[in-house]
């Protein structure tokens, strides 16, 4: 401890300044143990996460290349039958005979609905994106409903506080809020309250415009929720819906570059939630994600990325580390994580720095 100046205290001295270094050297190579254990645990979870989502992904492309099948072949002899029970309706002087005309003809319109929702569920769609304020479509889905809400002793509660442009299809996203806005009608079998919202929510960074449906029916368990966004999965009763109506939303909203989720309502009913992204004139005047980052994922590459040419100034959400949607999340992770990309940094970080969030 008291090292003499002659040379047993230099030799001395050294030895202590050695032992001081291999001791800062092993708190290091424990540091860098623990932080490669930490990692490796983080890599093995993304990679499990990641690999579940492709095993989901792969089932769900082949039962659409399945149903699709089945359903080419039933669609011809399907039209053949419902054009045949139409012209016997039209034919038939017996009253017994038109009876059964018009059962064959419900049954095939029943039929053809079924069919296409099969179609919407295992073809890929076309999009005419456009910005407009999702609570004009919502508006125009209340007003068509208002009739049966009426008849089943359903109150309607509207609360639209966004009138934000989003960038959507007008009819799938019109599609997507029907599905819901029904789906609510239909668990409300002795009547209730409807109540539907748009709010403005920050998600990961981003704004989104919210749309918040909520029923006062009977809900669904807590463990089935994740069950209901399964296709052919239904909780009405045989010969009511084809179980593809909620597949289908959510289909449409990551085509959308969002998500849906469920949760019970802490009353009676549950609540589906539909997030379309929301970009500011701000944002859509930023150099896009692919331009800044020389990816050559642009409109004029070969290998498309999701957020292109749409959706470039909120790649995270849509590609990359922060996306909710389907095995696509995993497409644009060049740097693993978003939150190490230049763009990201430039165009989220920065900005959260200033708002002093």
């Not at 969002?258 to 949760?263: C, D, M, R, S, T």
């Not at 590609?319 to 990309?341: L, N, P, S, Y």
Request: hydrophobic share 35%; charged share 25%.
């Amino acid at each position: 401890p008291d090292p003499t100046k002659d040379e047993i205290g230099k030799l001395a001295l050294t030895f202590n300044s050695m032992i001081s270094e291999l001791k800062a050297s092993r708190k290091k190579v424990e540091s860098w143990t623990q932080t490669l254990e930490e990692e490796v645990d983080r890599k093995t979870g993304e990679i499990k996460r990641t690999q579940g989502r492709l095993i989901e992904a792969e089932k769900m492309a082949a039962l659409g290349r399945l149903t699709a099948d089945i359903a080419q072949e039933i669609r011809n002899p399907l039209s053949a039958l419902g054009g045949f029970g139409r012209r016997l309706q039209k034919i038939t002087v017996n009253e017994k005979e038109r009876e059964y005309s018009e059962i064959i003809v419900t049954e095939v319109t029943r039929l053809e609905h079924v069919l296409k929702d099969i179609l919407s569920f295992s073809k890929e769609s076309k999009y005419h994106f456009e910005r407009i304020p999702i609570t004009v479509i919502v508006r125009n889905v209340l007003s068509v409903c208002a009739e049966r809400c009426s008849e089943h002793s359903i109150n309607i509660v509207p609360n639209l506080n966004s009138d934000l442009s989003v960038l959507l299809d007008q009819d799938h996203a019109r599609q997507a809020i029907d599905n819901l806005v029904y789906n609510a009608i239909d668990a409300m079998t002795d009547g209730g309250t409807l109540a539907i919202s748009t709010e403005t929510e920050r998600v990961n960074y981003i704004a989104y415009v919210a749309v918040h449906v909520s029923d006062s029916g009977p809900g669904i368990a807590d463990d089935k929720i994740p069950l209901v966004f399964e296709p052919f999965h239904t909780t009405k009763m045989i010969g009511y819906g084809t179980g593809l109506g909620l597949s289908i939303t959510r289909k449409i909203m990551e085509d959308h570059g969002g998500f849906i989720k469920a949760q019970n309502n802490v009353g009676p009913g549950i609540t589906f939630s539909l997030y379309f992204p929301y970009q500011s004139d701000e944002d859509l005047s930023h150099m896009p994600c692919w331009e800044f980052m020389k990816c050559a994922r642009d409109v004029n590459s070969e290998v498309k990325c999701p957020a292109c040419p749409n959706f470039g100034s909120v790649c995270w959400v849509v590609a990359g580390t922060f996306c909710q949607g389907k095995v696509q999340g995993t497409f644009a992770q060049k740097h693993e994580d978003c939150r190490k990309c230049e763009f990201f940094k430039r165009t989220v970080l920065n900005k959260e720095k200033l708002q002093g969030n």
